[in-house]
């Protein structure tokens, strides 16, 4: 499978746990993107990431969420103390140069309870 | 502040017949644009994209048009298909200063009826 790739598809937390979410990008692409669908709405960027750099980070809640793409491994968006309100689809990209089109993953499914 | 806007919540053609998807946005630094095409509980696909020193953009049934003095685009998919029917999303991209960051629309979702 040479698409993004994402787990886990459904991850359901009690409030106040920890949630990652991972992605492993497309072969051959080294930039990353983080975007949030809540119910009803469009797509929200969260984060741009590159290998061991964060680009943009201008879509991240300043609390409890954090991004990383290490050099080795997939990119994990991690959630800390999750709430009732960050339940949503968490889709990953990923892109071979820094503008252009972007392949999305086929998400993560949060719920909290 | 919804910078890029899909004001057509649904969009419902018969087979075989034009379909037209319409996105607005408002701020003038975008310069590249794009459509994506979900299904449920998938990611979305894409499907064409258009960079603003065009106004014109085909690829097979797909047409996207640019009219930057009405910061307008639109998605033309003739002849439209049952297979079509998805939620469509426009996307709009500052390439100067936020590059990466894409700004969508709300979606609209379109069925096409057999």
């Known amino acids: 499978n040479a698409g993004v790739m994402q787990n886990p598809r459904h991850l359901v937390r009690r409030r106040g746990q920890e949630a990652r979410l991972r992605c492993s990008p497309m072969k051959g692409h080294s930039h990353v993107y983080w975007y949030r669908q809540l119910p009803e709405e469009g797509l929200k960027f969260m984060v741009y990431?590159?290998?061991?750099?964060?680009?943009?980070e201008s879509g991240m809640p300043k609390e409890r969420f954090s991004a990383e793409f290490p050099k080795e491994g997939p990119s994990i968006l991690r959630i800390q103390q999750v709430v009732r309100g960050d339940s949503a689809a968490y889709f990953c990209a990923s892109s071979a140069r820094e503008a252009g089109e972007q392949y999305f993953g086929p998400g993560t499914r949060l719920t909290v309870t | 502040d919804q910078q890029v806007k899909q004001n057509s919540p649904s969009l419902s053609v018969q087979e075989g017949r034009i379909s037209i998807l319409n996105c607005d946005y408002t701020n003038s630094m975008f310069d590249y644009f794009l459509w994506y095409k979900k299904y449920p509980a998938e990611g979305p696909t894409f499907l064409i994209s258009i960079s603003s020193i065009k106004d014109k953009n085909e690829d097979g049934r797909f047409t996207v048009f640019l009219n930057k003095s009405a910061k307008h685009l639109s998605l033309h998919i003739v002849p439209s298909q049952p297979g079509d029917s998805a939620v469509y999303f426009c996307a709009a991209e500052d390439g100067g200063t936020s590059y990466g960051k894409l700004t969508f629309g709300q979606g609209t979702i379109l069925t096409v009826h057999p």
């Open positions: 990431l590159q290998k061991e750099n964060i680009i943009d």
